[in-house]
């Protein structure tokens, strides 16, 4: 089975987003800002649509709970390269700790402030729901998120991350894959671009899954260090803070490809599983993500000494915690409605244009506000969460 031309249509040009910096890359050819970061932002852009295309496919080899979590952890892993390059150059040189804390942040608010309710609007739009209920297994992901995210209002306090504050935080991704594992093998449901894929022998499925993933990882492999150059760049030569542009500008384009497959999804009345994938996505990069950069930094440094936070980077992970804290009560009893939603968002998008000091602290307890509020007064949030504790 060939897929239609539209949707070989469509696979060309996300192949070809990628391929121009590949070509490029592979002439050295040199371009001058923000073409030093366009063309490698399109290219992640670009694979991260390739990847998540691969992990779909495999969800055919694997249980549904583990599938899920495997697509979220593919789906943030050219966030994870950018991130991961800060914080292997702030091993040698420390004010790059700077933008592996910013990056860090905003793409995990980005994530709950805009992809969560970016799927509810999306529900709402098709289907005139004003509420998405998700799936009983999804407590999976909300306990892991919950532990990570009552541990994260730690590292504010202390002003460090740190190769314990890893042991901790991976531990807690470790224990969130084990419970994936354990869980039933349902057959998936393929739309999209590649549905026609999905239907091939088992064979070539398999094989175009690992072509999908090398050329998506190799893609990534050689965009991420001139995408994070090229965007410092950027903001040294239009005098943006440069701060600002790797906290927004890089989750946008390693995040756009993820938050675009689910809205579509939610537009397809597949608002719970598009949902799902989202909150895993978050918990990879609550956990992983987060755990992965002290011990990044130590490789590169030959040391094991914590990564020191100044407190502008404290308060911004003060602020996504406690941003964290009232995503999981809103959604600990398995429902999100289209007024949480708007509130999420509406949060999210205000703070963006107040940056001082005083408006995180604001926001961070409002955030906090809320939560408290949303826990005692929304009917079985408190039961919820007891439940979530069980089998661990």
Request: net charge neutral; aromatic share 16%; with cysteine.
């Amino acid at each position: 089975m060939i897929p239609n031309k539209r949707d070989l249509g469509f696979i060309f040009v996300i192949f070809l987003l990628s391929l121009q910096w590949v070509f490029i890359h592979l002439l050295g050819k040199p371009l001058h800002s923000p073409w030093n970061a366009i063309g490698p932002g399109l290219a992640i852009f670009g694979a991260a649509y390739i990847l998540s295309w691969g992990a779909e496919l495999a969800q055919f080899e694997i249980p549904q709970s583990l599938a899920i979590a495997f697509l979220a952890l593919v789906a943030v892993l050219p966030e994870y390269a950018v991130d991961m390059y800060f914080a292997w150059t702030a091993g040698k040189d420390p004010s790059y700790i700077h933008f592996a804390t910013a990056n860090m942040t905003g793409s995990n608010r980005l994530l709950i402030g805009v992809g969560w309710a970016a799927v509810v609007f999306a529900y709402f739009f098709k289907t005139k729901k004003g509420e998405v209920t998700l799936e009983p297994e999804s407590r999976n992901e909300i306990l892991a998120l919950t532990l990570a995210t009552l541990y994260c209002f730690i590292i504010p306090f202390k002003k460090t991350i740190s190769w314990m504050d890893s042991i901790f935080l991976l531990s807690i991704f470790g224990l969130y894959i084990r419970r994936a594992i354990h869980s039933k093998h349902e057959e998936p449901e393929i739309e999209g671009p590649i549905v026609a894929l999905a239907h091939w022998a088992r064979p070539q499925r398999i094989t175009i899954t690992l072509l999908f993933f090398l050329f998506s990882g190799y893609t990534i492999f050689i965009s991420a260090e001139p995408f994070a150059e090229g965007i410092l760049d950027m903001g040294r030569h239009f005098k943006i803070e440069e701060f600002i542009l790797v906290q927004w500008l890089a989750p946008l384009a390693s995040e756009s490809p993820e938050f675009i497959v689910a809205i579509i999804f939610a537009l397809r009345a597949r608002a719970s599983a598009s949902l799902g994938t989202l909150i895993s996505s978050k918990v990879n990069q609550w956990t992983l993500l987060i755990g992965m950069l002290p011990l990044v930094y130590n490789l590169s440094a030959g040391h094991l000494h914590p990564m020191s936070m100044d407190a502008r980077q404290s308060e911004e992970i003060f602020l996504t915690a406690a941003q964290s804290l009232f995503g999981l009560v809103i959604i600990v009893n398995l429902r999100f409605s289209i007024t949480e939603a708007l509130l999420l968002f509406s949060l999210f998008i205000t703070q963006l244009f107040f940056t001082s000091t005083e408006a995180r602290t604001l926001y961070a307890f409002l955030y906090i506000a809320f939560s408290i509020g949303w826990f005692f007064v929304v009917k079985g949030n408190r039961s919820s969460f007891l439940q979530l504790f069980k089998k661990i």
